[in-house]
């Protein structure tokens, strides 16, 4: 990493705290740029300002968001089930690995605005049809029940960034910490079992009840294609 790509992701960190315990318009400019240890004026030649920070800061987290969900659909796997499973096992490490920036992205995203319309417009849509392929084939191949697409696409996708989405619930209310690899380990065997429960067919279900849990879980160890 060249040192002006290091200065602007230390930018890019810092706005992450600052916007995600203050707020973006309870942060300045100034704030940042004392919190980074740079010039001011190097935000706006970088970014062109605050605004210009903050729809880096979440280009790029959804540009990585959008990358794992690719490589998982790319994937090879047994079946759909697992693909799915993989899918949201690789997104759940990667906000893991950005819990901070996966919280203000996350809470952003729930806002109206012209930058989260376009947003919606391109990387929303896009992981929904991400989500479509692996549905669709699995109804078609047998793995799946003929269930409602949309909705277990809004159910499954709701399911997987809740944790982040909803991170002081969590940790307040039920003690747990998104941020820590015991959580994720937890939190995936949950997502297994919801998963065989309501999207796998009969005969897929009585197939998976007789294959010992830890042979089911050959991607779910994070294996890197």
């Known amino acids: 990493m060249s040192a002006t790509e290091t200065t602007k992701e230390k930018m890019l960190e810092a706005a992450t705290v600052l916007f995600t315990s203050k707020g973006y318009h309870g942060t300045s400019i100034r704030e ?4 980074t240890g740079v010039n001011i004026s190097l935000i706006s030649y970088y970014f062109g300002g605050k605004q210009g920070l903050l729809e880096a800061l979440m280009t790029d987290f959804l540009e990585g968001y959008m990358e794992e969900l690719e490589l998982a659909v790319k994937t090879p796997h047994h079946d759909s089930y697992e693909k799915m499973l993989y899918m949201a096992e690789r997104v759940l490490t990667f906000m893991k690995e950005r819990h901070l920036r996966a919280r203000f992205v996350l809470r952003e995203m729930t806002l109206d605005s012209t930058l989260i319309r376009e947003i919606t417009s391109t990387y929303l ?38 944790p982040y989405l909803h991170h002081q619930y969590v940790r307040e209310v039920f003690h747990l910490h998104p941020q820590q690899p015991h959580f994720i380990k937890m939190y995936r065997k949950e997502l297994r079992e919801w998963a065989s429960k309501v999207l796998l067919s009969d005969s897929k279900k009585e197939e998976h009840k007789a294959i010992p849990f830890h042979h089911t879980q050959h991607q779910a160890d994070f294996v890197q294609p």
């Open 32 to 35: 940042i740029a004392s919190k």
């Open 125 to 162: 849509m896009k992981e929904k049809h991400l989500y479509s392929i692996v549905l669709k084939k699995g109804i078609q191949e047998g793995t799946f029940a003929p269930v409602s697409v949309q909705w277990t696409i809004m159910q499954f996708r709701g399911m997987v960034i809740m």
